[in-house]
């Protein structure tokens, strides 16, 4: 069964504590993305990847960073340096190339920081 | 940069069609999607069409673009309660991989 699994669906944290969120995907897609969702803002992209080891900051990087040391794996790290860390975060696949059009999105999770 | 932009929310009655409005201002936008979120949930790809298109209709699901105006919509025929959802419209820019989103529309169906 192909897809994208995130973990865990929830998440707390304390304030000034780093947290890693997991994504991976057996797609076998090269380009993977991050998203962070607020209420009545939509999606905003914080990072991405078109291949592995190779990654570009999105709209809204700053006290984030990620990795892509494999092909399947892309995690996300949430820095104490993130002044509003409490959002739902989403992570999303795609062939990549021109041709390829969809992105698949995982279950999310939820991050809490207080 | 690229923006796109939605109306908040829309209530319908169970059985009428719902028509979901994006504005969009990146002229060299080639796909443009329209997406689903249930709550709690990722999103879920519905459709999509090309830029070099006007319509697109896909069972229950019909879309619009109006490209001078950079105007697309989705109207879903004889809305039902499992129709109730969030929906995000999207565009991808020129030839990369990017996706906008706009701030999502939240579908609301009454009995």
Known sequence: DGGITQSPKYLFRKEGQNVTLSCEQNLNHDAMYWYRQDPGQGLRLIYYSQIVNDFQKGDIAEGYSVSREKKESFPLTVTSAQKNPTAFYLCASSAGGASSYEQYFGPGTRLTVT | ?111
């Open chain 2, 1 to 111: 940069g690229e923006d796109v932009e939605q109306s908040l929310f829309l209530s319908v009655r169970e059985g009428d069609s719902s028509v979901i409005n994006c504005t969009y201002t990146d002229s060299s936008s080639t796909y443009l999607y329209w997406y689903k979120q249930e709550p709690g949930a990722g999103l879920q790809l519905l459709t999509y069409i090309f830029s070099n298109m006007d319509m697109k209709q896909d069972q229950r699901l019909t879309v619009l673009l109006n490209k001078k105006d950079k105007h697309l919509s989705l109207r879903i025929a004889d809305t039902q309660t499992g129709d109730s959802a969030i929906y995000f419209c999207a565009e991808r820019e020129g030839g990369g991989n990017k996706l906008t989103f706009g701030t999502g529309t939240q579908l609301k169906v009454e009995l």
